[in-house]
């Protein structure tokens, strides 16, 4: 079975601030790790491998840095990286990151699966799997809680919905995103660590990929920022303690005011 | 202090810190209170190839030394002694098969540890074979192609967890420590059993049991080295094993005086952060030079015995006893630091206190330690 999964370097969400002139993230300065909801999408991957056999491609779009994270997917138990870099890939946005990332797991080869992250901490739309999946002209299911099954024909997992899970079963190739309840990822081991060291980094250009250059980085981000802004913090929140009648008591004592 | 690791002994700091902070610490007092045994964690550690760290490359592993594995230890010691205790088992009761096994046993054994999908344990101490280890009266009596064991062994470490293990056993008691053997008993050998499983003061996530042989029947190949070598062997392995544990006493005792700085920061006592007194200043100061001295003394021990030389016991009884005596006086301190808080268990360094007491126990009382450190000198200056 190849797989491949779609890692995003992101800052880390504990230094996360915006510029306020810009309305964009401050990125300078600040330490990049791989997207938390791509490690749940990668361990996945790897344990799929380790049942079924085969191989873990690891693919990221960034600056030539986010090889860093590519290394760091390698030593938790992928086979290989490739990095999608290009200066014309800046500025884009989920429609064009989708396009790009399609072209290039297209250039990688033939391949049965695909996982992502549910969404990356630092735009958190979770557009681009899906997008991806549209793209590649194959089924997909987002939000994934559990793979139940896997055969060389299709793949059962369970999609993770506000009042339970779904089962759902997709022909293969796919692609599916992941949460974070679908495993524990696994500490890099040191032989994982030896190997990343060592792996040489496939980097594909624009070019390499076919990508047309209209549908690429800030030509191809149809996507306008209009405002961004911290939202206003939701109201108090409390929890009460104690036997039905107690709790029942302190709501009616918190709602009087307003009675 | 930087002690200028190479880049394979950083990974294998970064390996055991991710474990200790992701795994260990999350759940340590937990363990602590159910007196679970860790063993999820040690199968996370296995994933990250920590028990390679300890088996040379040409069977599996990662070809670390002595030095390797403290800088492991201290770090997972810095989350749990238990747990690293627990750990640091499976090495020491493979060692001897690494100093005195055949090859075959090498070849059998050292990769199933390496993977981390069999540990392994050490079976020396019985019930009168303590700090004297001449008492010991587990037998082992050769009945054509197979050795026939019998007796009892008391405080295992992994005992009931472990499913190999090195037991000592006089094969000719009449000759004292010349009449001693090492053999592999494993997890399943007919005669083989597991006794009483000990409820303790720390370490509690560790198992530690009594091991039942009776009439325990192994094949014959299962002797560890030559015949009446036992000693020489136990002696070897404990020369290797101490300054592991004295780096768990490094590593308690850092964890230890971390959280009574950081404490010392936030509480406020008549208007101002308790580390802004003398008196709590001068503490912290005399737990940050211990531990500092403690760490220095362990990495050289660590360092001259993977040298291999032949003057090993010295070095690795002083660093045991100086780290580990350390650890509980910083651990205490600690306590002190913290004061009433410091005494309950929803403050770690409760915990960190008892764990302490056992490093001056186990692997070589630090009396016994001292009896190595004066009898080397005496020979020295002879």
């Known amino acids: 079975m190849q797989i491949i999964v779609c890692v995003k370097q992101v800052p880390d969400a504990k230094d996360v601030r915006l510029d306020p002139k810009t309305n964009t993230l401050a990125r300078e300065g600040v330490e990049s790790i791989m997207n938390p909801y791509d490690r749940h999408a990668l361990e996945e991957a790897v344990a799929i491998k380790e049942q079924v056999g085969g191989a873990v491609t690891v693919l990221t779009m960034g600056p030539p840095q986010a090889e860093a994270v590519l290394r760091e997917a390698i030593s938790c138990g992928a086979d290989d990286g490739v990095l999608v870099s290009d200066r ?8 064009a990151t989708s396009y790009t990332l399609a072209q290039a797991v297209q250039s990688i080869g033939p391949c049965d699966l695909v996982l992502c992250g549910k969404q990356a901490i630092d735009g958190d739309t979770a557009q681009v799997g899906p997008g991806l999946a549209q793209r590649l002209q194959v089924p997909f299911v987002t939000c994934v809680q559990k793979t139940r099954s896997v055969s060389k024909e299709a793949i059962e997992v369970e999609r993770m919905m506000d009042d339970g899970y779904d089962v759902v079963r997709l ?15 696994r500490v890099a081991s040191l032989k994982g660590k030896m190997k990343a060291k060592k792996t040489k980094i496939r980097t594909l250009s624009a070019e390499d990929i076919g990508a047309d250059p209209q549908c690429i980085g800030l030509a191809g981000s149809p996507t306008q920022v209009v405002k961004v802004f911290s939202p206003e913090p939701r109201g108090d929140r409390r929890v009460f303690a104690g036997s039905v009648e107690e709790q029942v008591e302190q709501l009616i004592e918190c709602l009087k005011p307003y009675l | 202090m930087d002690y200028f690791f190479t880049e394979e002994q950083q990974m294998i700091i970064d390996t055991a810190r991710e474990i200790t902070n992701e795994k260990i610490i999350p759940v340590r007092a937990e363990l602590d209170e159910k007196n679970q045994f860790p063993r999820e964690i040690l199968e996370d550690m296995a994933k990250a190839d920590m028990f390679s760290i300890f088996v040379p490359e040409e069977y599996g592993g990662f070809g670390g030394g002595c030095f390797e594995i403290v800088l ?10 238990g747990v690293a205790t627990s750990y640091a088992a499976s090495a020491l009761g493979i060692f001897p098969v690494l100093i ?71 094969t000719d008691p009449n000759k004292g420590a010349r009449g001693a053997s090492i053999f592999i008993v494993e997890d399943g050998d007919p005669g083989f059993s597991y006794g009483k499983k000990e409820d303790k003061m720390g370490i509690r996530s560790s198992s530690t049991r ?70 709590v200043q001068h503490m912290l100061a005399d737990m940050a030079i211990q531990v500092e001295a403690a760490r220095a003394l362990v990495y050289g021990a660590a360092k001259h015995i993977d ?43 409760e915990k960190m206190m008892r764990d302490a007491k056992i490093l001056q126990i186990y692997e070589g009382t630090n009396q016994i330690q001292r009896n190595v450190v004066g009898q080397e000198l005496n020979k020295e200056y002879s």
């Open chain 2, 72 to 81: 492991a230890m201290e770090e997972l010691a810095r989350g749990c002694v």
């Open chain 1, 171 to 185: 022909p293969l190739p796919a692609l599916m995103t992941v949460v974070k309840d679908i495993n524990e990822p």
């Open chain 2, 210 to 279: 009594e091991l039942i042989l009776k009439d325990c029947r192994i094949p014959k190949d299962r002797l560890v080295g030559r015949r009446g070598t036992g000693f020489i062997t136990v002696m070897k392995t404990l020369d290797m094993s101490r300054p592991g544990i004295a780096s768990l006493g490094v590593g308690l005792a850092q964890a230890a005086l971390d959280e009574a700085v950081i404490y010392a920061k936030q509480r406020n006592q008549f208007g101002k952060p308790i580390i802004s007194f003398q008196a």
């Open chain 2, 100 to 170: 005195a096994g055949s090859e075959e046993q090498k070849q059998k054994y050292m990769p199933q540890i390496a993977s981390g999908k069999r540990w392994a344990a050490f079976g020396l101490t019985e019930a009168n074979a303590g700090s004297d280890a001449s008492g010991i009266r587990t037998t082992a009596v050769l009945d054509g192609d197979e050795w026939v064991l019998n007796g009892t062994k008391q405080w295992i470490t992994n005992g009931g967890e472990s499913e190999i293990y090195t037991i000592i056993a006089m």
């Open chain 1, 88 to 95: 014309g890939f800046a500025g884009a946005d989920t429609w």
């Open chain 2, 307 to 349: 040298a291999h030389p032949k003057d090993m016991s010295k070095v690795s009884s002083m660093c045991k006893v100086y780290a580990t005596d350390v650890a509980m006086k910083v651990t205490t301190d600690a306590v002190q630091v913290l004061g009433g808080y410091g005494y309950m268990k929803e403050y770690p360094v």
